[in-house]
């Protein structure tokens, strides 16, 4: 089979692979979709070469089942939950398999993962993936969008709140669709023009470039000066974290989710004076995902309009090239739609 296999220094090649065979409590999983994340182009643009298979949104139908599988069967479609653990952990059990105090494999970033033909899981990694719903935007909530889900509901929005979210990548995009359907007010900051366009056509009710204007002064402007109930950071970078922070009201909300990077607060006043909750939210348990796909379909999210491109496997190098550029919505391989 062919895989997707970073190089370093944003150079990758589609090598061959033995075709996996599944042991057992393992499934064979028959690559429908994959989804290209933000946390990729951390692998893709070092220096250093990886050898395992890439891509952590695996999309897919069960193709094989190992000796032992019976909460499956060959046909079912199925996201894939990319972190597998011990299973036996009070953090395996709810299914936050990156959680468990054991250790996790993240399918994708360490162990092979679903740029390829074909992914080999555990069978407790598979979540149904409805009829309703293809292929891509399984993928899509694979990962970008099953984030940005937990986040939101942590946040508890509603049509009571105003939420600002920095940084429209695909989380921050899905964090707009997703909140706009439970009736949030939406201001949307982001230094690429391209993407705050995007989440324009998401529902977007505020646009904010803060390479043009002070973010968190524009966010009280549009708050009677109080600032926002909730506020969303998806970029991992230290001054928009700040600024999330800042630019919750009084008793407000504040989540980081984007990965990596620092941020540097006052904790008497940028926290503790004001009453600020502050939530870090990472990824998803198995139920997560799950219960995200049922929302998009019940609410009839357009998660289509998020997938702004979409690749064939052989195109992996275009398609890490275009993603990098910064201006995209969600990219995709499709290899069976």
């Known amino acids: 089979m062919r895989g997707v296999v970073f190089l370093g220094d944003r150079k990758l090649e589609i090598r061959e692979f033995p075709d996996p065979v599944p042991g057992p409590g393992e499934v064979l999983i028959k690559m429908g979709a994959s989804g290209i994340c933000g946390s990729d182009l951390h692998p893709y643009r070092s220096s250093q070469a990886r050898t395992n298979i890439s891509g952590h949104e695996p999309c897919g139908s069960v193709a094989q089942l190992?000796?032992?599988?019976?909460?499956?069967?060959?046909?079912?479609r199925a996201i894939i939950h990319h972190y597998s653990g011990c299973g036996i952990c009070k953090y395996c059990r709810i299914g936050y398999y990156q959680l468990c105090v054991q250790g996790h494999k993240t399918y994708g970033l360490g162990s092979h993962g679903g740029n390829a033909d074909y992914i080999l899981v555990p069978a407790a990694c598979l979540v149904h993936l409805p009829d309703e719903l293809s292929y891509a935007e399984g993928a899509a909530i694979a990962c970008g969008t099953g984030t940005a889900y937990m986040a939101v509901k942590k946040l508890d929005v509603s049509g009571r709140d105003t939420l600002a979210i920095y940084g429209q990548g695909p989380v921050g995009l899905s964090a707009t669709l997703l909140a706009k359907a439970m009736g949030a007010r939406i201001i949307a900051i982001d230094v690429s023009d391209a993407r705050l366009e995007l989440a324009g056509g998401l529902g977007a009710d505020v646009l904010i470039n803060p390479t043009r204007e002070d973010p968190v002064a524009a966010v009280r402007s549009y708050t009677h000066g109080e600032g926002a109930d909730a506020t969303l950071d998806c970029t991992g970078n230290a001054t928009a974290r700040a600024q999330t922070v800042r630019s919750a009201r009084i008793f407000g909300r504040a989540c980081f989710v984007g990965e990596g990077g620092t941020v540097s607060l006052e904790p008497s006043p940028d926290i503790i004076h004001r009453h600020l909750t502050l939530y870090g939210s990472w990824t998803f348990p198995t139920?997560?995902?799950e219960e995200c796909a049922r929302f998009v379909i019940d609410r009839q999210v357009p998660l289509t309009k998020l997938i702004t491109h979409r690749f064939r496997l052989e195109q992996a190098a275009e398609?890490?090239?275009?993603?990098?550029?910064?201006?995209?919505?969600?990219?995709?391989?499709?290899?069976d739609e």
Not at 319 to 335: L, P
């Open 287 to 289: 139920v997560g995902l």
């Open 319 to 335: 398609a890490f090239q275009i993603f990098d550029g910064g201006a995209t919505g969600k990219c995709v391989f499709v290899m």
């Open 66 to 76: 190992g000796e032992g599988v019976t909460t499956a069967k060959v046909g079912d």
